[in-house]
Every structure is written in structure tokens, then in C-alpha cells.
């Protein structure tokens, strides 16, 4: 199956043509959102992304579908204050 992942700031990868944000992943029927993180390399924690399938919310283990749109995000934090 083929899943569309868009990576987002500091997760996008570099080329010598470019950043890519956009990538097709061929990926075995039956594979969750952590196969396809493993398969890219991103080697974050999950409390650090931030994930969605379809434009809602995913877990790690959500089971992928052929055609799926994937958004990787880094989480941001910060803000506290004196």
C-alpha cells in the first residue's frame, strides 16, 4: 500500500535539490503509523510528535490504509514565563 507523508519543520529532509516536505511510502498492508515512522527513521520519542492520519489525531498504532495523507509534526512547547 501507499500513504502520502508530509513532514513538518525540523523533520523534513534535506536534499541537494532541496527540502522535502512530501514523500509516497510504499509500506506492507496491515502497517501502523510507528512501522512508518521506523521506515523513515524518525527516531523521536512519541511525547515529542505530534501525528494525524486523514486530518485527525493518531496514536502509534493506528493500523494505515492504502491512500492515507500522514502528518509527522515535531510537538512544540514552550511559553512558561518568569
Known amino acids: 500500500m501507499k ?3 508530509h513532514l ?3 523533520l523534513q529532509r ?6 522535502i516536505r512530501r514523500l509516497e511510502v510504499e509500506l506492507p498492508g496491515g502497517s501502523r503509523v510507528a512501522d512508518l515512522l521506523a521506515d ?3 527516531t523521536l520519542s512519541m511525547d515529542a510528535l ?3 492520519v486523514n486530518a485527525r489525531v ?4 493506528q493500523i494505515l490504509q492504502d ?3 500522514v502528518n509527522i509534526m515535531p510537538a512544540i512547547s514552550g511559553g512558561g514565563g518568569s
Do not use: F, K, R, S
Request: negative net charge; charged residues 20%.
Open 67 to 69: 491512500g492515507d495523507q
Open 50 to 52: 505530534l501525528l494525524a
Open 58 to 61: 493518531a496514536e502509534p498504532e
Open 3 to 5: 500513504v502520502t507523508v
Open 8 to 10: 513538518h519543520t525540523t
Open 40 to 42: 523513515l527513521e524518525i
Open 14 to 19: 534535506q536534499t541537494p535539490e532541496g527540502l
